[in-house]
């Protein structure tokens, strides 16, 4: 098993910038491709960023590339989302994710284990 802990979240104005973190702990994170997604209330659960094992391939939802960048630590055990240029229509629940394969997903499905979520709420 593994366990995701996030943290980070808050409540911002529009253009500010925000860092998220995921911890794990449990079985090796080092060997997980990881990625974030959010929800919105009343949504679907949608792709944010995803991150290869070793963290050199990234892949981005459209809605946030150029604005978000995800990165990690295997060091540490910690996958971070840094969100610069925040909008409205970012306020969501984010969660980490992870997959016991070493490549990048982009469906919730592919994703075997979860953190419990923090909130992001961005005004404008």
């Known amino acids: 098993q593994a366990q995701l802990v996030e943290s980070g979240g808050g409540a911002v104005q529009a253009g500010d910038s925000l860092r998220l973190s995921c911890a794990a702990s449990?079985?090796?994170?080092?060997?997980?491709?990881m990625g974030w997604f959010r929800q919105a209330p009343g949504k679907e659960r949608e792709f944010v960023a995803s991150?290869?094992?070793?963290?050199?391939?990234?892949y981005f939802a459209t809605s946030v590339k150029g604005r978000f960048t995800i990165s990690r630590d295997n060091a540490k055990n910690t996958m971070y989302l840094q969100m610069n240029s925040l909008k409205p229509e970012d306020t969501a629940v984010y969660y980490c994710?992870?997959?016991?394969?070493?490549?990048?997903?982009?469906?919730?499905?592919?994703?075997?284990?979860w953190g419990q979520g923090t909130r992001v709420t961005v005004s404008s």
């Open positions: 991150i290869s094992w070793n963290g050199n391939v990234t």
């Open positions: 449990g079985r090796t994170f080092s060997t997980f491709a």
């Open positions: 994710a992870g997959r016991v394969f070493s490549s990048i997903g982009t469906s919730p499905a592919q994703y075997a284990y």
